[in-house]
């Protein structure tokens, strides 16, 4: 894979999160180390589902196909289901420390639950799409490679938009969980987790890359639209927000719920 190509694949994956990065973030040293420690939460989760695969993977010991796609399943499975722990510890974590602020300093405005959800999701987003974009190109490196084990000459621009999926969903996953924990609407985050499942299990599903990409998109515009809502938005503030105009949006409210 030449330099170009490189590059290009990994402007699509991470363009669009270093633009919020800077726009929205990176100006506010408190949201700085929130979007840190979300992903450091998710390097956690990654490393225990890690261990856990490999205990299990060390006890079967079997060579055979069926059983090692078996084992990527289990793999996916507990991936996904620690990391929605990992969400859920990361959201106390911010509750109780939200909590203990005011009560030290009742006068000091804390960032709103919507905010640290949006920063949180995000943090989860970039972390998981390092590591999944990172390992893909890696596989690039040797001479000649075009795809793996057999796939497309586009699988590495397919690998791209998907990790820029996988990001903005984390993004969009953090702001509906953190309103399902608010609210105490545990169906929520139910449905997170569920959504989480389908994305990652896509590539057990069927076999083509882009129909598979093409159902992510379709649950990323669907989850994106729901955490627009839950998070206060509205088709007027949306236009407000298009012409600019919109002063009281998500990320300039830092007002308390």
Not at 32 to 47: K, P, Q, R
Not at 146 to 170: E, K, R, Y
Request: glycine content about 8%.
């Amino acid at each position: 894979m030449t330099a170009a190509v490189f590059f290009g694949c990994a402007f699509v994956a991470f363009g669009p999160a270093l633009a919020l990065y800077i726009f929205t973030i990176a100006t506010e040293p408190l949201r700085i180390i929130f979007l840190i420690i979300g992903a450091f939460f998710w390097l956690v989760s990654l490393l225990l589902s890690s261990f856990i695969w490999f205990m299990a993977a060390t006890l079967t010991d079997n060579k055979d196909e069926p059983r090692q796609r078996d084992l990527l399943i289990f793999g996916v499975l507990i991936s996904v289901l620690v990391q929605e722990m990992f969400r859920f510890a990361y959201y106390k974590l911010l509750k109780k420390s939200s909590e203990g602020l005011k009560s030290i300093n009742p006068g000091e405005k804390a960032p709103s639950m919507r905010l640290l959800a949006y920063v949180s999701g995000l943090g989860f987003g970039i972390m998981s799409g390092v590591f999944s974009f990172v390992n893909t190109l890696s596989d690039s490196l040797g001479p000649g490679t075009v795809g793996i084990h057999g796939d497309p000459p586009q699988f590495f621009l397919n690998s791209a938009f998907m990790t820029l999926v996988i990001i903005l969903l984390h993004m969009f996953w953090g702001i509906v969980f953190f309103d399902g924990c608010e609210k105490k609407k545990w169906y929520t985050l139910l449905v997170v987790l569920l959504t989480h499942l389908l994305v990652s299990a896509l590539t057990f599903i069927s076999p083509y890359s882009g129909l598979n990409l093409v159902l992510a998109y379709i649950i990323l515009v669907l989850t994106g639209i729901w955490a627009f809502f839950v998070s206060g938005g509205s088709c007027r503030s949306l236009k407000l927000c298009l012409l600019c105009q919109d002063k009281d949006s998500l990320l300039f409210n830092q007002r308390s719920r």
